[in-house]
């Protein structure tokens, strides 16, 4: 088993540092600042592609992490994508960061979407943690206080997806056309969480720490449902469909039992655990294919929505069934670790390019560009955040 657990985290660690890493240090860094918006499947750069707050800020933490972790070769990509961030992201007026820019920086979508403002903080926070940088911590705290003071739900909880650039009420408050319009998701939820519990790292500020315990909870009450997340609601946590995404249940188990570990409520840890082991099971059950890879979504009764095997999935799965197996000792969880790693070895990962294939078909096979729309090794929703994160949480577990 340790020989075992060796070679996977030196496959995993190479993955991370040969493969993922150098395709955004090399072919997706902008000479002219930032990281170009795009890149299809054979690798082309799409550069004059809209760039996306999500996806920036999803660079800055992973290579924050890999300053952290890795050592200081990382650090002025990390610089770099620090600069990016703070200079053209960030609304100077109304505070905030602006959903989408155009190549040369200009807003293409000036709203305050609340996801994106999560994963600045967790960016933020984590560039902070990495090089001691007081400007970042300043720039994550006031970005929560803003979270606080425009899109919480004091009376009935939680907190509400999207706002205008005066954070002003938004009619349509979607994260995707893909969503539904509702006002409250898992996803934002989830995210804010995640941010929150990076910040908290940091800055153990007494309104933090409240906000975090009362977001656990009301995720833990209100959006885990037997095993499963519901997706969507209401202002009233009425749920508004019953699809299940195994991938978002795999990557919120071990998200909750981390953010109650991170604040240190017991009561509240406890109940992430068996929640979290309900919902591994329940992937592990549900989710699966015989290849060992992650379906993508489904109707409440089981029945496939999609079927593609979706990059990031895979990436959460692997950390998900891990953190299962480690509070549970179940071999089955084990089993699906190693399953789940050779399926992105074997299959996902692009060794031709470098980076991972968005999405593949349903026997394993990686989509061209022309035959779907979202295959690409780059795009507004592709980046090293998924996958680069899954190898570094990877590393820090095998080490046991």
Same mark, same amino acid.
């Given at each position: 088993?340790?020989?075992?657990?060796?070679?996977?985290?030196?496959?995993?660690?190479?993955?991370?540092?040969?493969?993922?890493?150098?395709?955004?240090?090399?072919?997706?860094?902008?000479?002219?600042?930032?990281?170009?918006?795009?890149?299809?499947?054979?690798?082309?750069?799409?550069?004059?592609?809209?760039?996306?707050?999500?996806?920036?800020?999803?660079?800055?933490?992973?290579?924050?992490?890999?300053?952290?972790?890795?050592?200081?070769?990382?650090? $002025?990509? &990390?610089?770099? /994508? %620090?600069? +990016?961030?703070?200079?053209?992201?960030?609304?100077?007026?109304?505070? =905030? #960061?602006?959903?989408?820019?155009?190549?040369?920086?200009?807003?293409?979508?000036?709203?305050?979407?609340?996801?994106?403002? $999560?994963? &600045?903080?967790? /960016? %933020?926070? +984590?560039?902070?943690?990495?090089?001691?940088?007081?400007?970042?911590? =300043? #720039?994550?705290?006031?970005?929560?206080?803003?979270?606080?003071?425009?899109?919480?739900?004091?009376?009935?909880?939680?907190?509400?997806? &999207?706002?205008?650039?005066?954070?002003?009420?938004?009619?349509?408050?979607?994260?995707?056309?893909?969503?539904?319009?509702?006002?409250?998701?898992?996803?934002?939820?989830?995210?804010?969480?995640?941010?929150?519990?990076?910040?908290?790292?940091?800055?153990?500020?007494?309104?933090?720490?409240?906000?975090?315990?009362?977001?656990?909870?009301?995720?833990?009450?209100?959006?885990?449902?037997?095993?499963?997340?519901?997706?969507?609601?209401?202002?009233?946590?009425?749920?508004?469909?019953?699809?299940?995404?195994?991938?978002?249940?795999?990557?919120?188990?071990?998200?909750?039992?981390?953010?109650?570990?991170?604040?240190?409520?017991?009561?509240?840890?406890?109940?992430?655990?068996?929640?979290?082991?309900?919902?591994?099971?329940?992937?592990?059950?549900?989710?699966?294919?015989?290849?060992?890879?992650?379906?993508?979504?489904?109707?409440?009764?089981?029945?496939?929505?999609?079927?593609?095997?979706?990059?990031?999935?895979?990436?959460?799965?692997?950390?998900?069934?891990?953190?299962?197996?480690?509070?549970?000792?179940?071999?089955?969880?084990?089993?699906?670790?190693?399953?789940?790693?050779?399926?992105?070895?074997?299959?996902?990962?692009?060794?031709?390019?470098?980076?991972?294939?968005?999405?593949?078909?349903?026997?394993?096979?990686?989509?061209?560009?022309?035959?779907?729309?979202?295959?690409?090794?780059?795009?507004?929703?592709?980046?090293?955040?998924?996958?680069?994160?899954?190898?570094?949480?990877?590393?820090?577990?095998?080490?046991?």
């Amino acid at each position: 088993m340790a020989a075992d657990d060796r070679g996977m985290r030196e496959e995993i660690l190479r993955e991370l540092t040969e493969n993922i890493l150098p395709f955004w240090q090399g072919r997706m860094r902008d000479p002219q600042g930032g990281f170009f918006g795009a890149a299809d499947c054979d690798g082309i750069v799409d550069k004059a592609a809209p760039r996306a707050a999500v996806v920036n800020a999803r660079i800055l933490w992973t290579f924050a992490t890999a300053t952290r972790v890795l050592g200081a070769s990382y650090r $002025a990509t &990390a610089d770099w /994508a %620090f600069d +990016e961030l703070r200079t053209r992201f960030i609304d100077g007026e109304h505070g =905030g #960061l602006y959903w989408m820019l155009d190549a040369a920086g200009r807003p293409l979508s000036d709203r305050k979407q609340i996801y994106a403002q $999560a994963f &600045a903080i967790y /960016a %933020f926070s +984590e560039y902070a943690r990495a090089t001691g940088n007081r400007d970042a911590l =300043g #720039l994550a705290i006031g970005l929560f206080r803003l979270i606080e003071k425009h899109a919480a739900d004091r009376e009935r909880g939680g907190y509400i997806e &999207a706002l205008d650039r005066a954070w002003g009420p938004l009619d349509d408050m979607r994260l995707s056309d893909k969503d539904l319009n509702s006002p409250k998701s898992m996803n934002t939820h989830l995210h804010i969480m995640e941010a929150y519990t990076n910040l908290l790292r940091i800055w153990r500020d007494p309104a933090l720490v409240a906000r975090q315990g009362d977001l656990i909870a009301v995720t833990l009450d209100r959006i885990v449902d037997n095993g499963h997340f519901k997706l969507f609601f209401d202002m009233d946590w009425r749920s508004l469909n019953d699809h299940v995404s195994y991938g978002h249940d795999i990557e919120g188990s071990w998200l909750l039992v981390e953010a109650a570990e991170v604040l240190g409520n017991e009561a509240l840890l406890a109940r992430a655990r068996d929640a979290a082991v309900l919902m591994a099971e329940r992937t592990l059950a549900e989710g699966r294919d015989a290849d060992g890879s992650l379906h993508y979504e489904a109707h409440g009764d089981g029945r496939l929505i999609d079927a593609d095997k979706h990059w990031w999935p895979q990436a959460e799965a692997l950390v998900g069934f891990q953190n299962a197996w480690e509070m549970t000792g179940n071999p089955n969880f084990r089993d699906a670790v190693r399953d789940v790693w050779t399926f992105i070895r074997d299959k996902v990962a692009d060794r031709a390019h470098g980076e991972w294939h968005a999405k593949l078909t349903p026997d394993g096979r990686p989509y061209a560009a022309a035959e779907d729309a979202d295959a690409c090794l780059a795009g507004p929703w592709k980046c090293p955040y998924h996958n680069g994160r899954a190898c570094f949480e990877m590393l820090e577990r095998l080490k046991a």
